[in-house]
């Protein structure tokens, strides 16, 4: 499981012209998920998510996570994040898990940061034609791989 972390401003997910979800200050959070994901990637991608500390404390330090600044966190779905552009110029999504198994797993990661936040969690609309924009905070973007824990 991989996700994509961006501090932000502000991010919001727009689906066929309309507002979908939107968040003020906190961190935009893409998610693709592989088929041999499961629930321990979930718990430790997280516990990581939730501890970063990416945001500025009194003295301009990257010193605090999403909650000791009263972030939001909007979670989306995407399944190119596992794209191998290995061959060719045409990038394969064959390691992104299918909906059958990505979907359950997804709802799953929302639901533990939801708990682990103690509110709701903003979304993008999982498998939708979503246009997301946002205001990238530093800016600040963030790779992190279950699979690969450095």
């Known amino acids: ?3 994509l972390i961006q501090r932000v401003r502000r991010a919001a997910v727009e ?8 968040i003020g200050q906190g961190l935009l959070v893409f998610v693709g998920i592989e088929a041999a994901d499961g629930d321990e ?15 500025d404390d009194e003295q301009g330090v990257m010193n605090l996570d999403v909650r000791q600044v009263e972030g939001e966190v909007l ?14 110029n045409r990038p394969s999504y064959i390691r992104s898990a299918p909906e059958a198994v990505s979907r359950p797993l ?19 609309e999982f498998g939708a034609d ?21």
């Open 1 to 3: 499981m991989r996700l």
């Open 15 to 22: 689906i066929g012209g309309e507002e979908f979800s939107c």
């Open 41 to 55: 990637d979930i718990e430790w991608l997280v516990k990581k998510l939730l501890g970063l500390r990416i945001f």
């Open 75 to 88: 979670v989306v779905s995407q399944f190119t994040l596992h794209a191998s552009t290995k061959k060719g």
């Open 106 to 124: 997804y709802e799953r990661f929302v639901a533990k940061v939801e708990a682990e936040l103690g509110r709701r969690v903003p979304t993008g």
């Open 130 to 150: 979503m246009q997301v924009s946002l205001v990238n905070d530093g800016p600040v973007t963030i790779w992190i791989d279950s699979k690969n824990k450095e």
